[in-house]
């Protein structure tokens, strides 16, 4: 198994709900005016990181959410919330 094969793997499929975070979070600090690195030594990780977050290839903990909203200085909301406006499949009815 070459070594690209090997990162793949460990890749989570996140879908539309990691890409719908990925763009609100480069949304969001692209607003405040701070690059990746700058946000990445403000929660304690790397760009690489935040890049990855962004292009919704990683999966972002509670924590990890909470430390990106005191780092852009905003309501972990404002960042979680585009996953609301979502379009819902269809519900069973009960």
Known sequence: MSRSTKRQAKVPQLGDEGELFG??????????????PEVANRVGTSASNISDLER?????????VARLAAALEC???EL?????RRPRGPTKAT
Do not use: F, M, W, Y
């Open 23 to 36: 763009a609100r979070l480069r949304e969001v600090r692209i607003e405040r005016g701070l690059t990746q």
């Open 56 to 64: 919704g290839i990683k999966v972002p903990t509670l924590t990890t």
């Open 75 to 77: 309501n972990v909301s």
């Open 80 to 84: 979680i919330e585009v996953l609301d």
